[in-house]
């Protein structure tokens, strides 16, 4: 399996290199380096296929464990470059990335975002890698690996639809802050479904490989889930968020993170 593992993981790098070359020269033609995060989906889509490729052609790895694998790769990835791409069409550069660059050009972009987000696609997507190309060693941790995904991308479609639907309404009448449906659970619940899919992915793909390819491969959900939460996602938007008096209002009543049911206010409601 080691073999194996080291080919898929050769192949992986190859295809995140030339995902990324290719999104850097859009980028540089279009002057927006946020395009990167359609990438982001479409690189973890395009692991699986090379490792899937590896598998099969070295008669490695269980078939229906790998078919499972890229299938729920490739649904989370897809839909959330989908997403991203449909929501940052007419729009200009991520403050974040403006920010993070400053008067720096190309070549700073090159080293800070590209760079960076290849060599994160490669470690998050280990369980991928090693999922395609060894044996299953418990079947009851890919059943669980497959629901654990389930709750999580439900939790990300839906968080997602419901700020969609939160943000068409018009100003004049909407909420001053979205606290209903799964946001009145957690404040960042596509933020954590992400999270959550990556650890049943690391269910399915790693521990189910046995315990030492899930101890060499848990860095992955556990980057993700440290990322999401404390770097690029969660804690990084409440910067902002938390110079409004209704969101700092809101916070006090949900979690950042990790979901727990709404509390009631002293009248009775939520």
Same mark, same amino acid.
């Given at each position: 399996?080691?073999?194996?593992?080291?080919?898929?993981?050769?192949?992986s790098?190859?295809?995140?290199?030339?995902?990324?070359?290719?999104?850097?020269?859009?980028?540089?033609?279009?002057?927006?380096?946020?395009?990167? %995060?359609?990438?982001?989906?479409?690189?973890?889509?395009?692991?699986?296929?090379?490792?899937?490729?590896?598998?099969?052609?070295?008669?490695?790895?269980?078939?229906? @464990?790998?078919?499972?694998?890229?299938?729920?790769?490739?649904?989370?990835?897809?839909?959330?470059?989908?997403?991203?791409g449909?929501?940052?069409r007419?729009?200009?550069?991520?403050?974040?990335?403006?920010?993070?660059?400053?008067?720096? &050009?190309? &070549?700073?972009?090159?080293?800070?975002?590209?760079?960076? *987000?290849?060599?994160?696609?490669?470690?998050?997507?280990?369980?991928? *890698?090693?999922?395609?190309?060894?044996?299953?060693?418990?079947?009851?941790?890919?059943?669980?690996?497959?629901?654990?995904?389930?709750?999580?991308?439900?939790?990300?479609?839906?968080?997602?639809?419901?700020?969609?639907?939160? *943000?068409?309404?018009?100003?004049?009448?909407? $909420?001053?802050?979205? %606290? @209903?449906?799964?946001?009145a659970?957690?404040?960042?619940?596509?933020?954590?479904? %992400?999270?959550?899919?990556?650890?049943?992915?690391?269910?399915? &793909? &790693?521990?189910?490989?046995?315990?030492?390819?899930?101890?060499?491969?848990?860095?992955? $959900?556990?980057?993700?889930?440290?990322?999401?939460?404390?770097?690029?996602?969660?804690?990084?938007?409440?910067?902002?968020?938390?110079?409004?008096?209704a969101?700092?209002?809101?916070?006090?009543?949900?979690?950042?993170?990790?979901?727990?049911?709404?509390?009631?206010?002293?009248?009775?409601?939520?």
């Amino acid at each position: 399996m080691v073999i194996d593992w080291v080919v898929a993981t050769l192949a992986s790098s190859v295809v995140i290199a030339l995902a990324m070359v290719l999104t850097a020269l859009v980028a540089r033609r279009l002057g927006r380096v946020s395009v990167v %995060d359609v990438t982001w989906g479409l690189g973890f889509v395009l692991v699986a296929a090379a490792s899937t490729v590896v598998g099969l052609t070295r008669e490695a790895g269980s078939w229906w @464990r790998t078919l499972a694998l890229v299938a729920i790769v490739a649904a989370w990835g897809l839909r959330l470059a989908w997403h991203i791409g449909r929501r940052s069409r007419g729009h200009g550069e991520d403050p974040r990335y403006a920010a993070m660059l400053g008067d720096g &050009g190309f &070549g700073v972009a090159v080293r800070k975002v590209f760079l960076v *987000q290849g060599l994160a696609i490669w470690l998050i997507s280990l369980p991928i *890698q090693v999922g395609a190309v060894a044996d299953v060693g418990s079947w009851p941790v890919v059943w669980l690996g497959l629901g654990v995904w389930l709750v999580g991308a439900l939790f990300e479609a839906v968080g997602d639809a419901q700020l969609a639907a939160y *943000q068409a309404m018009p100003r004049d009448t909407r $909420p001053p802050v979205l %606290d @209903r449906g799964l946001w009145a659970w957690t404040r960042h619940p596509n933020y954590f479904g %992400d999270s959550l899919a990556w650890w049943g992915i690391w269910l399915v &793909g &790693g521990l189910a490989s046995g315990w030492l390819p899930g101890l060499l491969t848990v860095v992955a $959900p556990v980057a993700m889930t440290h990322f999401l939460r404390n770097v690029t996602g969660a804690k990084l938007l409440e910067r902002s968020m938390m110079k409004r008096p209704a969101f700092r209002e809101y916070a006090e009543r949900v979690p950042l993170f990790v979901p727990r049911p709404p509390r009631l206010t002293s009248a009775g409601g939520r």
